[in-house]
């Protein structure tokens, strides 16, 4: 029976994440770790394994088990009674067991507390172990391990003289109380008491994060300092299982459930002390029990701090908790950053123009007239001519304006709220202030999110309160209606579905912007201010079949000049409605989001040597429709673009300052002609710069026809890649 390979990525995870990792080379060092007590560590390996296969049994996710959720509380459970007992088929027995309740107590946290979207940590490690620990002291067949007697004829049996004679010179080495402190702490996260055990993790720490490394120093040693200034025993963190409690909070707080930045060190520090105080009143309590704290002072801190952060009222101050996990500080980090400055903008969601065409902004925010005080954040568009005018002829009927009778779009989807469609038109002059904002419709896109058209023409909106909206659906058209002596559109932005809420501050995002010239400037998020001349994207047919990636769809791609097999993509979605490509021959992943006439693509996982990733660098973010001579530019994730080799120096300051970018640039064909052609050739960079200066660059090359996507070519250095499409 072939074993999947997602049980195998569960038993490596198991150890990882421990340190919250995922990282192959971080487990190659742990798994030996646990090894240096040689029956300690075959215990926990056998723990892990047997609670996988229960949990496989029982039907639980495949995916939590792969990412060793439910193995890595059994691993240290076994590593625990592997290292307190001597080892006997009772003992072998009893682990079994505890990896049976390990699982069940971890499963049933994952329900009381995971509903606050709260991890369950270690905590399922700690309780089982207390019991263990108590209930064991009546087991007269279990005997207390004496091999810590023997450790060198235990290291000899394992690696020889060579190992031994590691072991014992670094246990020797003349370094100061603090540092060989942090060593023991480190090493005693796995039950490993010894400086050797420390250093080799720290080496696996410093592989797997830069952040993480420097929080588990800040951590330690800020706990060292807070030790010292109370006058408590030095000896609670050196020499006991307390130290790691400090080092797993700091990494917990400051890299991996917040994202790294200078708030999330602060509030590190400042959370060491009430673990130490924690460790301590525990202890007091424990010692009557003649029990451990184990880890149980950095659950309670992580939790409660993780627990109050839910209940700030929208001002982050600084912290901000991941919005998809990457199981890495800086992956955290470098893709919020990333994400933040693309969309962070509009992050309630993206609010499109209500209408087709060109119109332009007589009254912008904090406007000459009407928009004051509390009603600042809003918008009066109208159309105009060539000549600047918004009627045509004597301008004194409503018919005369150009912007009467347009159609009034939904800006976003959402649900309809309110309706008001029986107040008539305005002869031009005039107003209706007793019914001031005329015809209206009100949509709800979200929670304290709402969107007003105001002014509509009497009977025109088709829509009823409770109706469903997709963005760009017709609402009704543009009238005359309450305060309006000349036809426009009011449009605006607010928290509470009423009619006449006060307005809120949000952009709108793509749209082309010009000031009464020719050219146009793609607005990935802003607000149109007055006198500008705005317009939805309008999608380009070539283009659209190009980049609009549907799930479902295949794409294949032959290499000119290469007998290989065919590249082939297929769009997906995964569970949580994430949209993203995969490539079937490496199995190499590319997430995107697809707004109306934008495409972007927002993170890569899997092989950069593959044509995916590529394809993830040339398509990063495309617009679907055509502008002549239109330039787009972007930024990608830090990580995604450079050597992980070349951004370890970068790490360490990254939560402070990047000083490497990644720079996109795409261009559009100028066009002589007015008429959209169907074949386009759309080319850009990929530019890699070390504070601010170009250090290489990449460049690719787009052929659109009128079926689509017809060749993609990309250039690295000398290197060039051309793919034909075939489907």
């Known amino acids: 029976m072939k074993v999947p390979v997602w049980f195998w990525k569960g038993l490596l995870n198991s150890y990882t994440q421990v340190f919250f990792s995922e990282n192959k080379i971080f487990a190659a060092i742990l798994i030996p770790v646990s090894f240096i007590d040689g029956y300690a560590g075959l215990f926990g390996l056998i723990s892990v394994l047997f609670t996988n296969i229960v949990a496989y049994i029982f039907g639980l996710d495949p995916k939590k088990i792969q990412k060793g959720y439910y193995g890595f509380n059994s691993l240290l459970v076994g590593l625990g009674l592997g290292i307190q007992f001597e080892p006997a088929l009772i003992l072998l027995f009893i682990v079994l067991l505890a990896s049976i309740l390990t699982l069940f107590i971890s499963v049933s946290l994952e329900g009381v507390i995971g509903k606050y979207y709260l991890p369950?940590?270690?905590?399922?490690?700690?309780?089982?172990?207390?019991?263990?620990?108590?209930?064991?002291?009546e087991f007269d067949a279990l005997n207390l391990n004496e091999r810590w007697i023997y450790t060198l004829n235990d290291l000899y049996i394992i690696g020889g003289s060579s190992l031994v004679s590691v072991y014992e010179w670094w246990n020797q080495l003349a370094i100061s109380s603090p540092i060989k402190s942090y060593f023991l702490s480190l090493g005693a996260i796995l039950f490993q008491y010894s400086v050797f055990s420390g250093v080799l993790l720290s080496i696996g720490l410093l592989i797997y994060s830069r952040i993480a490394f420097t929080l588990s120093l800040i951590g330690f040693f800020s706990a060292w300092a807070f030790y010292g200034l109370i006058g408590a025993e030095?000896?609670?963190?050196?020499?006991?299982?307390?130290?790691?409690?400090?080092?797993?909070?700091?990494?917990?707080?400051?890299?991996?459930?917040?994202?790294?930045?200078?708030?999330?060190?602060?509030?590190?520090?400042?959370?060491?002390?009430?673990?130490?105080?924690?460790a301590i009143s525990v202890s007091s309590v424990l010692s009557i029990f003649q029990l451990p704290v184990y880890a149980l002072p950095f659950n309670i801190i992580v939790l409660v701090f993780l627990y109050v952060l839910k209940f700030r009222t929208g001002k982050e101050r600084g912290l901000f908790t991941w919005f998809v996990q990457r199981n890495s500080?800086?992956?955290?980090?470098?893709?919020?950053?990333?994400?933040?400055?693309r969309f962070h903008s509009y992050s309630r969601g993206a609010v499109k123009l209500p209408f087709f065409g060109e119109w332009?902004?007589?009254?912008?925010?904090?406007?000459?007239?009407?928009?004051?005080?509390?009603?600042q954040h809003a918008w009066d568009f109208e159309m105009v001519?060539?000549?600047?005018?918004?009627?045509?002829?004597?301008?004194?009927?409503?018919?005369?304006?150009?912007?009467?009778?347009?159609?009034?779009?939904a800006p976003a989807d959402g649900t309809v709220e309110e309706v008001i469609n029986d107040i008539d038109d305005n002869v031009i002059g005039q107003k209706n202030l007793a019914e001031n904002w005329g015809n209206?419709?009100?949509?709800?896109?979200?929670?304290?999110?709402?969107?007003?058209?105001?002014?509509?023409?009497?009977?025109?909106?088709?829509?009823?309160?409770?109706?469903?909206?997709?963005?760009?659906?017709?609402?009704?058209?543009?009238g005359n209606s309450g305060n309006s002596p000349y036809p426009h559109l009011h449009f605006q932005i607010q928290e509470t579905p009423y009619i006449g809420s006060k307005t809120l501050k949000h952009p709108l995002a793509n749209y082309y912007s010009s000031e009464g010239s020719t050219e146009k400037n793609l607005v990935n998020s802003g607000i149109p201010e007055e006198d500008e001349i705005v317009t939805n994207i309008k999608t380009h047919s070539s283009l659209k079949k190009a980049f609009d990636m549907v799930p479902g769809r295949i794409v294949e791609f032959q290499m000119e000049n290469s007998d290989a097999e065919s590249v082939i993509w297929e769009v997906k979605v995964d569970s949580s409605l994430n949209h993203y490509i995969e490539c079937r021959q490496t199995g190499s992943k590319v997430y995107f989001k697809?707004?109306?006439?934008?495409?972007?693509?927002?993170?890569?996982?899997?092989?950069?040597?593959?044509?995916?990733?590529?394809?993830?660098?040339s398509a990063y973010k495309v617009s679907l429709g055509f502008e002549n001579g239109l330039i787009l530019h972007d930024t990608y994730p830090v990580h995604l673009v450079f050597n992980p080799n070349k951004i370890f120096i970068q790490d360490f300051i990254a939560p402070f300052h990047r000083y490497l970018n990644g720079v996109y640039t795409l261009n559009y064909p100028q066009q002589n002609t007015g008429i959209q052609s169907s074949e386009l050739e759309l080319h850009g960079t990929t530019e890699k710069r070390r504070f601010g200066k170009v250090i290489s660059e990449m460049s690719f090359l787009f052929l659109?026809?009128?079926?689509?996507?017809?060749?993609?070519?990309?250039t690295d250095r000398n290197q060039k890649w051309v793919a034909i499409c075939v489907r």
């Open 704 to 714: 659109v026809d009128g079926k689509g996507l017809r060749e993609f070519h990309f």
């Open 329 to 341: 500080p800086e992956k955290n980090l470098y893709s919020f950053l990333n994400y933040r400055d």
């Open 385 to 409: 001519d060539e000549n600047g005018k918004t009627y045509k002829g004597s301008g004194d009927y409503p018919e005369d304006y150009y912007c009467y009778n347009k159609s009034v779009l």
């Open 120 to 137: 369950h940590l270690s905590l399922p490690f700690v309780f089982v172990l207390w019991m263990l620990v108590l209930s064991t002291r």
């Open 594 to 617: 697809n707004e109306p006439a934008m495409h972007h693509f927002l993170y890569f996982d899997g092989d950069r040597s593959s044509l995916l990733y590529k394809f993830y660098l």
């Open 234 to 278: 030095i000896s609670e963190v050196g020499y006991s299982y307390v130290g790691f409690n400090f080092i797993l909070t700091a990494i917990a707080v400051g890299g991996f459930f917040i994202i790294p930045n200078i708030y999330s060190y602060i509030w590190a520090v400042i959370l060491v002390p009430l673990v130490a105080i924690i």
């Open 440 to 478: 209206t419709v009100v949509i709800k896109h979200g929670d304290f999110f709402y969107s007003k058209l105001s002014h509509l023409k009497k009977g025109s909106i088709e829509v009823k309160p409770g109706d469903k909206v997709r963005t760009g659906d017709i609402l009704g058209v543009c």
């Open 360 to 375: 332009k902004v007589t009254q912008g925010h904090n406007g000459s007239y009407t928009h004051k005080g509390d009603w």
